[in-house]
């Protein structure tokens, strides 16, 4: 039997809990039984069915023996960095669904953990309850891949599809998406790219084998996605979403972003709506892989905790372990070298030569013009349309 | 460093050839390094870039104390089936894509190899280079499975792509797939549904822990599907694809089955198209999760079976092994009993009471009805058209 402490019981705290009773019955008898003993919060909970288990002392934990696997449900940078390393330090396996953390002070942790002989896993920070990461680790472990893109912030794409569904504006999209639960007061880490960022940032780290800071990761959210966009996008039969996206070289170059693209329908991408999430990974010889399921939530994001637990449990900490380099400045090319075909909106300066080699003129309004390009990188892009003003342009995925 | 050792250099085999020699430098540097020491087939090879490890003696594969792993992609519950106990048994661990056999005599092989401290691998047996299996049994180990559904052929998603986008009628798009190289001579595997019967026999037995056999399976092919009944699935919004589904009761019951059904638009799932396989996997508090990729082909395929090769090396055989039980008569329940909206399309006898509770009609040729019923069992679908002349009947995903 292992022993369980939950730090933080937050949203995702709880559903860990929760999926712990659910589950517990059937791990037990699998022989992999794990016992929540200890739930850690500064908060009084005491009409909580866990009321028992709670303690503020987080000392109480680090001192117990018994508890070998730690739950990390606290978020940001600060006491979390300290409990965890408090924790490994004990010799206790963390697991956690901390994202920040994890992009920020990945390489540090993963190194004092296989100094003290445990493991420090985090599946629930990417991708919600969908094995993003193992999938990558392991299950793709043999095959070059060749660069992923992917749907991987929930409330973003909520707000594009009420955009292209409903035809409703950014503003009141993103007021919806406040008022279903889908985003924080302060919606900025979504709609500005940077919960998108952080998790290109893990898995860059994981297939290159270095850590691949979040700073170094060209980062654009949808602010500037218009409903004009949307439309012009119907034309071309595309939605637009914002992807996270990296493609590695066969020099072994890195480069990594976050920006809105235009996806055809014929890429089944194209096709995740509301806050679902979904990773396309392209290898070598396996093709195109797609995963797809619920990014966020209280139980989805508990179930890939506790599948991290399961793991622990069942193979004594062998051969399952997320692990990666230090970060190592100039790991990252520059993301605007890569060519695309690129959709832009823009208002033209009087007498600007509107029919361009390579520039495929497919809307017209009375103050805008919308074109699609031949592929060229982001410099050449920028190039064809100087000294204009440019209203969007994102590229097109192919 | 590993040896292995290939038996039969068909599509499969070669493929394994290839991208063992495309992934072997990484593997290396990784320092889970496998050379490819002998292939073994009855047929000469001398153009191959393989010729020098042509054997057609698997004696001399079984008695190199160095080779450890061994690949079979031979095919087939005979000579496959004899060669699979004697590497086992000779302390190797085998790696295969052969569905049909691990279908058969799966918990067999893996009771021989956990007898030899060997393993027996199959990712590659289910859905081509998507890591379905993995997924299944570890990713989402922890995770309570209430039942999966999944477009698990190619070649009949293939053909039903055709009938949908370009109204292409069954024979002529069976055609096409032979002509495309996706369907054997004798496709009867494939579109009669046992190709896909074999896969959900695997899913079921990993999920479940014992051994499903194929023939507890009810199995209906896509050799009734009219364009008549393409059109109508357009006019619910839905397409119609051959699905493998398993749904786990509380109680511990199964219910597996093979058949065409109608799924609507809103679901991933009916986007998957052409030889692209797709599994829907529903847990208690993951959600919905989807895996998507390209369901065989050489690479993809080869892919899988380097994989599970991968895994062998890194893990030192610990974990990671798949496993269930031997079979037990009575397992499976009559999935008839399922409750699901149907898709009818029947020649009424004259006088039939066209206006029944719980059918809508949904269309109405010169010859015959379509209607969409409520939700029901395959007995009270019966029912209700007892004594009519009924031409498609299809459930009807949600």
Known sequence: MHYAAVLGFGTVGSGVAEALQINTGRLTAKGEGITLKYIVDVRDFPDSPFAGLMTKDFAVVEADPEVDFVVETIGGIGIAFEFTKRALTAGKSVVTSNKELVATHGSELMALAKDKGVSYLFEASVGGGVPML????????????????????????????????????????????????????????DIEGHDACRKV???????????????????????????????????????????????????????????????????????????????????????????????AGKLPTASAIVSDLYVLAKDKLDGEQ???????????????????????RMCPADGWKREQAGLELIAEAEESLAYRSAEMSQAAMEAAFAGQTVLSAFRIIK
């Not at 392991?138 to 035809?167: A, C, P, R, V």
């Not at 190592?328 to 605007?336: I, N, P, T, V």
């Not at 890569?338 to 959709?343: F, I, Q, V």
């Open 322 to 344: 997320f692990a990666w380099g230090d970060p190592e400045e100039g790991s990252c090319s520059d993301a605007g070298e890569l060519e695309s075909a690129w959709y832009v």
């Open 201 to 295: 940032a893990i898995l860059s780290s994981l297939i290159s084998g270095k850590q691949i800071k979040p700073e170094w990761i060209a980062t654009r959210g949808i602010t500037g996605v218009a409903l004009e966009d949307v439309v012009n996008a119907e034309k071309l039969g595309c939605t637009i979403k914002l992807l996270g996206r990296a493609v590695f070289g066969k020099d072994g170059s890195i480069r990594a972003y976050v920006a809105p693209h235009l996806i055809p329908g014929s890429i089944l991408l194209s096709h995740v709506e509301d806050v679902m999430n979904g990773l396309f990974i392209r290898g070598e010889s396996v093709g195109d892989v797609m995963l797809y399921g619920a990014g």
């Open 134 to 189: 193992r999938t990558v680790a392991n299950n793709l472990g043999s095959e070059n891949i060749k660069e992923f893109f992917g749907i991987l912030n929930g409330t973003t794409n909520y707000i594009l599809t009420q955009m292209f569904k409903n035809g409703v504006a950014f503003a009141d999209a993103l007021k919806q998406a406040q008022a279903m639960g889908y985003s924080e007061a302060n919606p900025t880490a």
